[in-house]
Protein backbone atom coordinates (compact mmCIF):
# COMPACT_ATOMS: atom_id res chain seq x y z
CA UNK A 1 0.00 0.00 0.00
CA UNK A 2 1.45 3.56 -0.79
CA UNK A 3 2.47 5.65 1.69
CA UNK A 4 3.98 8.96 3.00
CA UNK A 5 7.54 8.83 3.52
CA UNK A 6 9.78 11.52 5.74
CA UNK A 7 13.67 11.48 6.32
CA UNK A 8 14.69 12.21 9.05
CA UNK A 9 13.05 10.27 11.39
CA UNK A 10 15.23 12.59 14.37
CA UNK A 11 16.60 15.93 13.75
CA UNK A 12 18.82 17.69 16.50
CA UNK A 13 19.84 21.55 15.64
CA UNK A 14 21.03 23.94 17.16
CA UNK A 15 19.26 27.19 17.36
CA UNK A 16 19.52 29.48 14.92
CA UNK A 17 21.06 26.53 11.60
CA UNK A 18 18.58 25.91 9.13
CA UNK A 19 17.28 22.55 8.77
CA UNK A 20 15.30 20.93 5.78
CA UNK A 21 12.84 18.16 6.33
CA UNK A 22 12.05 15.91 3.29
CA UNK A 23 9.10 14.08 2.21
CA UNK A 24 7.88 11.68 -0.51
CA UNK A 25 4.13 11.95 -0.54
CA UNK A 26 2.22 9.42 -2.53
CA UNK A 27 3.13 9.06 -5.94
CA UNK A 28 -0.15 10.28 -7.53
CA UNK A 29 -1.87 13.08 -5.27
CA UNK A 30 -1.46 16.55 -5.67
CA UNK A 31 -1.75 17.99 -2.70
CA UNK A 32 1.04 18.42 -0.27
CA UNK A 33 0.72 19.69 3.52
CA UNK A 34 2.95 20.31 6.72
CA UNK A 35 1.50 20.19 9.86
CA UNK A 36 3.54 20.09 13.21
CA UNK A 37 2.64 18.99 16.78
CA UNK A 38 3.79 20.43 19.73
CA UNK A 39 4.87 18.45 22.95
CA UNK A 40 1.15 17.78 24.21
CA UNK A 41 -0.80 19.82 21.61
CA UNK A 42 -2.68 19.65 18.66
CA UNK A 43 -1.61 18.87 15.58
CA UNK A 44 -1.38 22.09 13.80
CA UNK A 45 -1.62 22.96 9.87
CA UNK A 46 1.66 24.72 7.96
CA UNK A 47 0.99 25.12 4.74
CA UNK A 48 -0.50 23.76 2.01
CA UNK A 49 1.21 23.15 -2.17
CA UNK A 50 -0.44 22.49 -5.25
CA UNK A 51 0.43 23.17 -8.43
CA UNK A 52 3.89 24.27 -7.19
CA UNK A 53 3.08 27.18 -5.59
CA UNK A 54 1.59 27.63 -2.18
CA UNK A 55 -2.21 27.52 -1.87
CA UNK A 56 -2.68 28.57 1.79
CA UNK A 57 -0.12 28.81 4.86
CA UNK A 58 -0.96 29.48 8.61
CA UNK A 59 0.33 32.25 11.20
CA UNK A 60 3.22 29.94 11.82
CA UNK A 61 4.42 29.78 8.88
CA UNK A 62 6.65 33.24 8.79
CA UNK A 63 9.51 34.07 6.50
CA UNK A 64 11.91 31.87 8.21
CA UNK A 65 9.96 29.08 6.78
CA UNK A 66 10.02 28.21 2.99
CA UNK A 67 8.69 24.99 1.02
CA UNK A 68 9.79 23.52 -2.44
CA UNK A 69 9.24 20.72 -4.31
CA UNK A 70 12.18 20.42 -6.24
CA UNK A 71 11.80 17.09 -8.52
CA UNK A 72 8.56 15.19 -9.37
CA UNK A 73 8.80 13.08 -5.85
CA UNK A 74 10.63 14.99 -2.81
CA UNK A 75 8.60 17.67 -0.72
CA UNK A 76 10.63 19.84 1.66
CA UNK A 77 10.27 21.67 4.22
CA UNK A 78 13.08 24.49 5.47
CA UNK A 79 13.53 26.43 8.42
CA UNK A 80 16.03 28.82 7.94
CA UNK A 81 17.05 29.74 11.29
CA UNK A 82 15.60 28.00 13.87
CA UNK A 83 13.81 28.69 17.09
CA UNK A 84 13.72 26.49 20.63
CA UNK A 85 9.68 26.65 19.95
CA UNK A 86 10.44 25.07 16.29
CA UNK A 87 10.98 21.83 18.47
CA UNK A 88 8.18 19.65 17.67
CA UNK A 89 7.05 16.67 15.75
CA UNK A 90 6.92 18.03 11.98
CA UNK A 91 4.00 15.91 9.49
CA UNK A 92 4.12 15.66 6.01
CA UNK A 93 0.98 14.71 4.29
CA UNK A 94 -0.68 14.30 0.84
CA UNK A 95 -4.14 14.04 -0.97
CA UNK A 96 -5.64 12.77 -4.39
CA UNK A 97 -7.40 16.07 -5.76
CA UNK A 98 -10.89 15.70 -7.40
CA UNK A 99 -13.49 18.55 -7.49
CA UNK A 100 -16.72 16.60 -5.55
CA UNK A 101 -14.85 13.42 -4.65
CA UNK A 102 -13.88 14.01 -1.04
CA UNK A 103 -9.75 13.47 -0.72
CA UNK A 104 -8.73 12.26 2.83
CA UNK A 105 -4.96 13.24 3.80
CA UNK A 106 -2.39 10.76 3.94
CA UNK A 107 -0.33 11.50 6.98
CA UNK A 108 4.07 10.35 7.08
CA UNK A 109 5.66 9.27 10.39
CA UNK A 110 7.06 12.53 11.26
CA UNK A 111 10.01 14.01 11.86
CA UNK A 112 11.05 15.22 15.53
CA UNK A 113 12.96 18.69 15.70
CA UNK A 114 14.83 19.18 18.55
CA UNK A 115 16.42 22.48 18.79
CA UNK A 116 19.07 22.76 21.35
CA UNK B 1 -8.97 29.04 17.46
CA UNK B 2 -11.00 26.13 18.73
CA UNK B 3 -12.97 25.75 15.74
CA UNK B 4 -12.76 21.32 16.30
CA UNK B 5 -13.41 20.02 19.61
CA UNK B 6 -13.10 17.09 21.62
CA UNK B 7 -13.80 17.59 25.14
CA UNK B 8 -13.16 14.07 26.62
CA UNK B 9 -9.13 13.64 27.14
CA UNK B 10 -9.31 10.39 27.91
CA UNK B 11 -11.73 7.24 27.80
CA UNK B 12 -11.52 3.56 28.92
CA UNK B 13 -13.98 0.80 27.63
CA UNK B 14 -14.36 -3.02 28.49
CA UNK B 15 -12.82 -5.08 25.41
CA UNK B 16 -15.71 -6.11 23.13
CA UNK B 17 -17.75 -3.01 24.05
CA UNK B 18 -18.40 -0.02 22.16
CA UNK B 19 -16.28 2.97 22.25
CA UNK B 20 -18.00 6.37 21.52
CA UNK B 21 -16.09 9.23 21.03
CA UNK B 22 -17.35 12.77 20.28
CA UNK B 23 -16.73 15.51 18.24
CA UNK B 24 -18.18 18.74 18.37
CA UNK B 25 -17.38 21.82 15.45
CA UNK B 26 -18.13 25.25 14.86
CA UNK B 27 -17.54 26.63 11.23
CA UNK B 28 -19.93 25.59 9.29
CA UNK B 29 -17.94 26.17 6.55
CA UNK B 30 -16.68 22.92 7.21
CA UNK B 31 -18.18 19.23 4.35
CA UNK B 32 -15.41 16.77 5.17
CA UNK B 33 -15.20 15.41 8.47
CA UNK B 34 -12.14 12.67 9.16
CA UNK B 35 -11.15 10.37 12.55
CA UNK B 36 -7.56 9.31 13.03
CA UNK B 37 -6.26 7.22 15.10
CA UNK B 38 -2.67 8.06 16.58
CA UNK B 39 0.25 6.55 18.19
CA UNK B 40 3.08 7.61 20.33
CA UNK B 41 5.85 8.70 17.81
CA UNK B 42 4.01 8.15 14.59
CA UNK B 43 1.79 10.18 12.10
CA UNK B 44 -1.64 10.24 12.01
CA UNK B 45 -3.26 7.35 10.44
CA UNK B 46 -6.86 7.82 8.61
CA UNK B 47 -9.32 5.45 9.88
CA UNK B 48 -12.68 6.86 8.42
CA UNK B 49 -14.45 9.72 7.16
CA UNK B 50 -18.24 11.73 6.40
CA UNK B 51 -18.83 14.11 3.86
CA UNK B 52 -21.28 16.53 4.98
CA UNK B 53 -24.07 15.22 2.91
CA UNK B 54 -24.11 12.22 4.55
CA UNK B 55 -25.44 11.77 8.01
CA UNK B 56 -23.38 8.23 8.71
CA UNK B 57 -20.64 6.45 7.23
CA UNK B 58 -20.02 2.72 8.09
CA UNK B 59 -16.48 0.41 7.67
CA UNK B 60 -16.05 -2.56 9.56
CA UNK B 61 -15.96 -2.19 13.20
CA UNK B 62 -16.12 2.12 12.55
CA UNK B 63 -18.91 3.76 12.16
CA UNK B 64 -18.77 7.92 12.38
CA UNK B 65 -22.13 9.49 12.97
CA UNK B 66 -22.63 13.29 11.49
CA UNK B 67 -25.25 15.79 13.66
CA UNK B 68 -25.04 18.95 11.19
CA UNK B 69 -27.99 20.45 13.11
CA UNK B 70 -25.92 20.27 16.46
CA UNK B 71 -22.55 20.22 14.64
CA UNK B 72 -21.63 17.01 16.14
CA UNK B 73 -19.87 13.72 15.37
CA UNK B 74 -19.20 10.26 17.16
CA UNK B 75 -17.02 7.50 16.08
CA UNK B 76 -18.69 4.53 17.35
CA UNK B 77 -16.21 1.36 17.48
CA UNK B 78 -17.75 -1.93 18.18
CA UNK B 79 -16.68 -4.53 19.17
CA UNK B 80 -13.63 -2.84 21.22
CA UNK B 81 -10.09 -4.56 20.58
CA UNK B 82 -7.45 -3.91 22.83
CA UNK B 83 -5.39 -2.73 19.42
CA UNK B 84 -8.11 0.29 19.35
CA UNK B 85 -6.33 1.67 21.99
CA UNK B 86 -4.37 5.43 21.10
CA UNK B 87 -5.20 8.61 20.76
CA UNK B 88 -7.80 9.65 18.38
CA UNK B 89 -8.27 12.55 16.43
CA UNK B 90 -11.51 14.36 15.29
CA UNK B 91 -10.32 16.81 11.90
CA UNK B 92 -12.52 18.74 9.62
CA UNK B 93 -11.73 20.27 6.26
CA UNK B 94 -13.57 22.23 3.57
CA UNK B 95 -13.75 22.24 -0.14
CA UNK B 96 -13.98 18.57 -0.80
CA UNK B 97 -10.75 18.21 1.95
CA UNK B 98 -7.98 19.69 -0.41
CA UNK B 99 -8.09 22.52 2.13
CA UNK B 100 -6.16 22.28 5.43
CA UNK B 101 -7.54 19.85 8.32
CA UNK B 102 -8.49 21.69 11.73
CA UNK B 103 -7.71 19.05 14.31
CA UNK B 104 -9.50 18.84 17.84
CA UNK B 105 -7.34 17.98 20.86
CA UNK B 106 -7.79 14.41 20.83
CA UNK B 107 -9.02 11.75 22.75
CA UNK B 108 -7.22 8.86 24.69
CA UNK B 109 -8.70 5.95 24.14
CA UNK B 110 -8.03 2.96 26.77
CA UNK B 111 -9.53 -0.90 25.67
CA UNK B 112 -9.10 -2.56 28.86
CA UNK B 113 -9.05 -6.78 27.97
Known amino acids: EPEVTQTPSHQVTQMGQEVILRCVPI?????FYWYRQILGQKVEFLVS????????KSEIFDDQFSVERPDGSNFTLKIRSTKLEDSAMYFCASSARGLAVYNEQFFGPGTRLTVL | DQQVKQNSPSLSVQEGRISILNCDYTNSMFDYFLWYKKYPAEGPTFLIS?????DKNEDGRFTVFLNKSAKHLSLHIVPSQPGDSAVYFC????????????FGTGTRLTIIP
Open chain 2, 50 to 54: ISSIK
Open chain 1, 49 to 56: FYNNEISE
Open chain 2, 91 to 102: AASTYFGNEKLT
Open chain 1, 27 to 31: SNHLY
